[in-house]
Nanobody, 123 residues
Framework: QVQLVESGGGLVQAGGSLRLSCAAS????????MGWFRQAPGKEREFVTA????????TSAESVKGRFDISRDNAKNTVYLQMNSLKPEDTAVYYC????????????????WGQGTQVTVSS
């Protein structure tokens, strides 16, 4: 089992920045992927970005490229999501997720999930 704990959500004005953190514990041996999804009210949970903690390879959704950046601290089994130039449409609950070493962008591929953290961007 892998446990994921997110932190860093909150309320920010449009154009502002926030940084989310996600710490993994439990069975975290070997290279694995950690990512972020988000779910706005009334919408499906959608992929945001993910990184392979072993290789450092990362991929992101087109909607956040150039604004969001994912980074890792392997010693802490922690990933960070730096969100810049935030827009009201970025408002959602952001979920951290984890899986094995193969990169994936679909919700179904991730067996482990955090509890979610709310990000609200006001206009």
């Amino acid at each position: 089992q892998v446990q994921l704990v997110e932190s860093g959500g909150g309320l920010v004005q449009a154009g502002g920045s926030l940084r989310l953190s996600c710490a993994a514990s439990g069975r975290t041996f070997g290279p694995f992927v950690m990512g972020w999804f988000r779910q706005a009210p009334g919408k499906e949970r959608e992929f945001v970005t993910a990184i392979n903690l072993g290789s450092g390879f990362a991929t992101s959704a087109e909607s956040v490229k150039g604004r969001f950046d994912i980074s890792r601290d392997n010693a802490k089994n922690t990933v960070y999501l730096q969100m810049n130039s935030l827009k009201p449409e970025d408002t959602a609950v952001y979920y951290c997720a984890s899986k094995g070493a193969i990169m994936a962008t679909t919700r179904q591929a991730y067996p482990y999930w955090g509890q979610g953290t709310q990000v609200t961007v006001s206009s």
